[in-house]
C-alpha cells in the first residue's frame, strides 16, 4: 500500500514537473516571437528574452540553445515527433501511404493552425539565411519521422527503400498543401488542403497503374 502511494505520489511530481517546464518553454517562446515583433530579428537578444521570460540567460540554455530554435519551435512545435506517433497509431490493414495519409489528416485537424501567427514567423525566418535554411531542414525532419514510423509498422527489410519514398511522397503532399492554404490565406482549414493533395497525388499514382497496364495489354 505505501509502495503505491509512494508511486502515484512519484507520478503526480513528474507531472507537475512536465507541466512547469512546458509552461516555461512557451512563455520564453511567445516572449521571444513578441521581441522579435518589436525590436526585430537580429535586434532582440537573449539576455533581453530571458528578463521578459522572468528567467535567467543560464535557464534560457536548457529550453533553447539559440534564437533561432525559438522561431524553430513556434513553426514546428515538435510537429516531427507528435507526425512519428500519430502515424504509428495508425492500422497496417491499410497501405502505408493511406497510413501516412491518415496520420497527417488526424493532426492537422487535431491541432488547427492559426494562418497569421504562420505568415509573421515566416517573415521573420525569411529574413535571415541561415533560418531559411533551418525551415527547409524541417521537412527532411518530417520526412524522417514518417519514414522511422512506417519502418516499424512494416520492418521488413526489402519494404524499407519503398517506405522512405513513401514517406517523401507524404511529406511532397504536406508541402503542397501549405502552398495552397498560404495561397488561400488560410480561408479553410489545412486538413482540407492535405486531404485535397493525397487525392491529387493517388489520382496520379493510379494513372501511372493504368497507364502501365494499357502498355503491358498492347506488347
Known amino acids: 500500500m505505501a509502495k503505491q502511494v509512494m508511486k502515484s505520489s512519484s507520478r503526480k511530481e513528474e507531472g507537475l514537473r512536465e507541466r512547469k517546464r512546458r509552461e516555461t518553454l512557451h512563455r520564453i517562446a511567445e516572449q521571444g516571437l513578441k521581441l522579435f ?12 528574452i530571458a528578463e521578459a521570460a522572468g528567467i535567467s540567460r543560464r535557464t534560457f540554455f536548457y529550453y533553447f540553445k539559440s534564437k533561432e ?8 512545435g515538435g510537429f516531427s515527433e507528435t507526425l512519428r506517433a500519430a502515424v ?14 491518415n496520420g497527417l489528416l488526424e493532426l492537422t485537424a487535431r491541432f488547427p493552425v492559426d494562418y497569421k ?3 509573421v514567423i515566416e517573415r521573420l525566418m525569411s529574413a535571415n539565411e541561415s533560418l531559411r535554411i533551418r525551415q527547409q531542414a524541417k521537412y527532411v525532419e518530417k520526412e524522417a519521422a514518417v519514414f522511422a ?3 516499424q509498422m512494416w520492418p521488413q527489410p526489402h519494404r524499407q527503400a ?4 513513401v514517406a517523401m511522397m507524404s511529406v511532397g503532399a504536406l508541402r503542397l498543401a501549405m502552398d495552397s492554404w498560404n495561397r488561400d490565406q488560410g480561408k479553410r482549414p489545412l486538413a482540407v488542403y ?3 493533395a493525397f487525392a491529387c497525388l493517388n489520382r496520379e499514382i493510379g494513372a ?3 497507364g502501365k497496364a494499357a502498355g503491358r495489354s498492347g506488347e
Not at 69 to 76: G, M, S, T
Not at 162 to 165: D, I, M, T, Y
Open 162 to 165: 519503398a517506405l522512405r519514398v
Open 117 to 119: 501567427q504562420i505568415k
Open 69 to 76: 530554435e525559438i522561431l524553430l519551435a513556434w513553426q514546428d
Open 149 to 151: 514510423a512506417l519502418s
Open 88 to 101: 504509428l497509431e495508425q492500422t497496417t490493414k491499410q497501405s502505408p501511404l493511406d497510413a501516412a495519409r
Open 37 to 48: 515583433l518589436t525590436r526585430g530579428y537580429d535586434a532582440t537578444t537573449l539576455d533581453a
Open 194 to 196: 492535405v486531404k485535397e
Open 208 to 210: 501511372g497503374a493504368s
